[in-house]
């Protein structure tokens, strides 16, 4: 299993940044790609930004130039710097790690952290 905590969220007027943080606890040694998801409410979870264990990354064209995902793969982390927010980006924010057991594939969720941007 793996086990994933966040931590960062929180209110923030439009045009300020948040730095969200994810810890990876557990069988790290078997996490390929982790990422951040958002759900607002009345609407379904959707990617945000994924970065591969080569740390090729991946992100949401809604988000492009103003998030980045980074991975430090020696503390097992994951963060995601969110810059020039605007009040859609209000949402809970959800890490997501997947990893490999016996030749299949498996993911985590963390808890979810809520981020709420004023205008």
């Known amino acids: 299993q793996v086990q994933l905590v966040e931590s960062g969220g929180g209110l923030v007027q439009a045009g300020g940044s948040l730095r969200l943080s994810c810890a990876a606890s557990?069988?790290?040694?078997?996490?390929?790609?982790m990422g951040w998801y958002r759900q607002a409410p009345g609407k379904q979870r959707e990617l945000v930004a994924s970065i591969t264990n080569g740390g090729s990354t991946n992100y949401a064209d809604s988000v492009k130039g103003r998030f980045t995902i980074s991975r430090d793969n020696a503390k097992n982390t994951v963060s995601l710097q969110m810059d020039s927010l605007q009040p859609e980006d209000t949402a809970d924010y959800y890490c997501?790690?997947?990893?490999?057991?016996?030749?299949?594939?498996?993911?985590?969720w963390g808890q979810g952290t809520q981020v709420t941007v004023s205008s």
């Open positions: 997501k790690a997947d990893w490999i057991r016996g030749g299949s594939y498996y993911y985590s």
């Open positions: 557990g069988r790290i040694f078997s996490i390929s790609t």
